[in-house]
């Protein structure tokens, strides 16, 4: 998961592409929003281009965050929560990434991710 985050944060299309199966796809919950991937993406290449595209365009910083099941990172814009990428390996390689950025289930994730807020906030 390190050289995942290294790779989108350094734009590393080759080296992310390279973490991919061939047959990746990235799955994004937008809520229906504007400008919000609405089908997957599929395919290492396009998956890839699309990842660094997005994070980089809008100044994401990724945060690996602790889970039970598999490797997640907060993305953030400053201090602001704008989604939750998960993680499906299957061989080594990156089979299924799932980004969250619905605004309602990233309200919950955001105070998951800062203890002391009261959950009905």
Sequence with gaps: ???FLTATQDGGLHALEDMLAADAAVW????GRPGVARRPISRARRAARYL?????SAGFLLRLVPTDSAPA???RAGTDLVGVLVVETRNGRINCLRIVA???KKAFASRLSHPGVPSGS
């Excluded at 660094?52 to 980089?56: D, G, I, S």
Aim: charged letters at 20%; a neutral charge; aromatic letters at 0%.
């Design 102 to 104: 619905d605004p309602a």
């Design 73 to 75: 990172a907060l993305a």
């Design 28 to 31: 994004v919950d937008g809520g």
């Design 52 to 56: 660094v595209r997005a994070l980089q």
């Design 1 to 3: 998961m390190a050289r």
